[in-house]
C-alpha cells in the first residue's frame, strides 16, 4: 500500500488519470491525497469532482479555486472560470455538499505529512492549525452555510492576532490556508506576489522561510504555488503544483519514500 499526494488539478482529468496509470493506482490497495483546487481553470472539473469523490478513500484539503465554486454554486459571480459544466450538472448539488464537507487541513500522525492548500502558518503550532481550520470546517458544515460563505472572501485581515473573531478570524484562517505564499518576518501575509522566490520585495519571504517557523519539524505537502515549479525543497518543504494547467506537468509523491512522480500536460488547457 501507497500513498500519494498530488498537486494541484485544476480540471486537468486526462492528465490525473495518465498519472494514475504511471504510479499503476490500485484503488483497493493505495491512497490519494489532494492537496486542493480540483477544479477551475482546466477543461474538465466536472469530471474531476465526480471521479474523486467516486474514490473509496481519497483525501481532499479544499483550495480557494474549491471555494469559489461553492459560491458559483450558490450564485455568486466569479469572472473568467472554467467551471459551467459542473454548474449545469445534474449531480451539481450532490458535488456541492460533497466538497464543502472536505477539510482545509489533513495530518497523518502515522505518516506524520501535514496537508493543506498552501501550507502553514509560521506561527502557527500544529494542535492550533488543526484548531483553526476546524473553526472554518465547522461553518462550511452548517445548514446555513451559505449566508457566511461571501463574508469570508477577502484579504484583511492579513496579520493574524489570536483575538481576532467573528468573519474576521475566519478570513485570516481561510486565507492562511488556501491563498497564503509570501509573507513578512513578522507574518504579514502578502497576496500581491505569486511568482517565484526572488522575485519579491525585500520584506517578504516565502512562508516556509520565515526562521525558527513554529511547526518547521512537520512534513508539509501542499500546491497552489505554481510558479514554484515543485522545485523548492527546504526541509519539510514538499509543493507538488507544477502547473499543470499552465502547460506544465501534473506531479505525485509517494509519501512512503519521497518519490515524485509526474506527467506532463497533454494540451494547452487554459481557458479564459
Ligand atoms: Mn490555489
Given at each position: 500500500m501507497s500513498t500519494y499526494a498530488i498537486g494541484?488539478?485544476?480540471?486537468c482529468y486526462d492528465e490525473l488519470q495518465a498519472l494514475l496509470k504511471c504510479i499503476a493506482f490500485d484503488p483497493t490497495q493505495d491512497q490519494l491525497w489532494f492537496a486542493g483546487?480540483?477544479?477551475?481553470?482546466?477543461?474538465?472539473s466536472l469530471e474531476v469532482l465526480r471521479f474523486i469523490r467516486s474514490l473509496p478513500n481519497a483525501i481532499v484539503v479544499l483550495g480557494n479555486h474549491d471555494l469559489y465554486l461553492l459560491l458559483l454554486a450558490n450564485g455568486h459571480p466569479h469572472k473568467n472560470h472554467t467551471l459551467q459544466d459542473v454548474l449545469l450538472a445534474p449531480d451539481c448539488q450532490i458535488l456541492i455538499n460533497w466538497l464543502r464537507q472536505q477539510p482545509l487541513l489533513h495530518y497523518d500522525a502515522r505518516l506524520n505529512y501535514l496537508m493543506t492548500h498552501a501550507g502553514l502558518f509560521p506561527q502557527w503550532s500544529l494542535a492550533q492549525a488543526q484548531s483553526y481550520a476546524q473553526e472554518v470546517e465547522a461553518i462550511l458544515h452548517r445548514d446555513d452555510y451559505l449566508i457566511h460563505l461571501q463574508p469570508l472572501l477577502g484579504n484583511q485581515p492579513d496579520r493574524w492576532d489570536e483575538n481576532l473573531n467573528g468573519y474576521d478570524r475566519l478570513r485570516f484562517i481561510i486565507n492562511a490556508f488556501t491563498r497564503m505564499r509570501f509573507c513578512t518576518l513578522g507574518g504579514q501575509l502578502d497576496f500581491t506576489h505569486t511568482g517565484?522566490?526572488?522575485?519579491?520585495?525585500?520584506?517578504?519571504?516565502?512562508w516556509f522561510e520565515v526562521?525558527?517557523?513554529?511547526?518547521?519539524?512537520i512534513p508539509v505537502v501542499f500546491g497552489h504555488?505554481?510558479?514554484?515549479?515543485?522545485k523548492v525543497h527546504p526541509p519539510n518543504v514538499f509543493e507538488l503544483d507544477t502547473g499543470c494547467v499552465w502547460g506544465g506537468s501534473l506531479t505525485a509523491m509517494r509519501l512512503e519514500d519521497r518519490q515524485f512522480f509526474s506527467v506532463p500536460a497533454l494540451t494547452q488547457t487554459i481557458q479564459d
Open positions: 494541484d488539478v485544476q480540471g483546487d480540483l477544479v477551475n481553470r482546466g477543461p474538465k517565484k522566490i526572488g522575485s519579491q520585495p525585500n520584506h517578504l519571504l516565502a526562521p525558527n517557523r513554529t511547526s518547521q519539524d504555488w505554481a510558479a514554484l515549479e515543485g
